[in-house]
């Protein structure tokens, strides 16, 4: 069974921009959750999503989006690039929300630098 | 609000002794999700070993296993026997049984394995 997989691996942006990360679960799982990795701040959640609908939210700013399709791929959105925001975006799916454990599968990462 | 705090920030060990990662965390609830999440330096994130606050018993996979103390909200990890495979970041995780679905994580743990 094939594992989480996240494109780009790789981004660098520039200030004021905005970027697009996606994210494509485990086959079989509806659930998508999006982290911040920072050497300062850690792991941070950002954000949930669950059968199309945003469960669960962190505590950033608007300028973060994501949105889940029906074939469960999540994306998320960052306007407005700012300097503070390069980080490694990781997306971790599980079968759902309420399943034993809910086992969260993580992917390898998005590495996003802004200049 | 829950909390997971890592006190080490770096532990050292060589190889095919035994080593004990630290973490304690504040939570109000009475049922829980403990985790230990393992990030090699290719940065895919691995679940290592997990515990339910409802359970007595400690959690061992392997040569990994957990002293859970519900009272004192400890939640240590024992790697014994190690291995040079085993040096990584470690990850501290925790995760309500019902409501939110999303980890809270610790700063974690960076591993070193010496030959």
Redesign the interface.
Known sequence: KAGVTQTPRYLIKTRGQQVTLSCSPISGHR?V?W?QQTPGQ??Q?LF?Y?SETQ??K?NFPGRFSGRQFSNSRSEMNVSTLELGDSA?Y?C?S?LA??AS?????????TRLTVL | AQTVTQSQPEMSVQEAETVTLSCTYDTSESDY?LFW?KQPP??????VI?Q?AYKQQNATENRFSVNFQKAAKSFSLKISDSQLGDAAMY?CAY?PLLG?????????TKLSVKP
């Open positions: 659930s959750s982290y850690g792991l959640f949930e669950f469960r669960n962190g490694l990781l971790a599980s929300p309420g454990y809910n086992e969260q599968f993580f992917g390898p990462g | 999700y999440y290719s940065r895919q994130m691995i679940l997990r339910e990850f995760r939110q679905g999303n980890l809270i994580f610790g700063k974690g």
